[in-house]
């Protein structure tokens, strides 16, 4: 059964760091886009982060810039976030997600619509 496993949330306190993981298993064919979501309490789902993996493109959303990294471990078949210098505005249950149908491959944005598989998302509670 193809799926995608987030884990690594927990609660941090501010300033503090933490790294997700996102492991895919299951697929049968490659896949080339991988993105962080995230949806805190009352609000929409946003993007945060988005690697096309064939050529390493990454997008970041702005309120994260420069504090989260994404990155990937193709032996591992996984992607990671590092985040740093967490907020509690980063409170959020964190989700992974890609293309399966590969139809945004050549994507440049990060957005929800281009993803059609999904996890089951990990929390990250950043409080004192």
């Known amino acids: 059964q193809a799926q995608l496993v987030e884990s690594g949330g927990g609660l941090v306190q501010p300033g503090g760091s933490l790294r997700l993981s996102c492991t895919t298993s299951?697929?049968?064919?490659?896949?080339?886009?991988v993105g962080w979501f995230r949806q805190a309490p009352g609000k929409e789902r946003e993007a945060v982060s988005c690697?096309?993996?064939?050529?390493?493109?990454?997008y970041y959303a702005d309120s994260i810039k420069g504090r989260f990294t994404i990155s990937r471990d193709n032996d591992k078949n996984t992607v990671y976030l590092d985040m740093t210098s967490l907020r509690p505005e980063d409170t959020a249950i964190y989700y992974c997600?890609?293309?399966?149908?590969?139809?945004?491959?050549?994507?440049?944005?990060?957005?929800?619509?281009?993803?059609?598989?999904w996890g089951q998302g990990t929390q990250v509670t950043v409080s004192p």
């Open positions: 690697i096309n993996i064939s050529d390493d493109y990454t």
């Open positions: 299951g697929f049968t064919k490659d896949l080339w886009l």
């Open positions: 997600a890609t293309d399966l149908s590969g139809r945004y491959y050549y994507t440049r944005q990060c957005e929800r619509y281009e993803y059609d598989s």
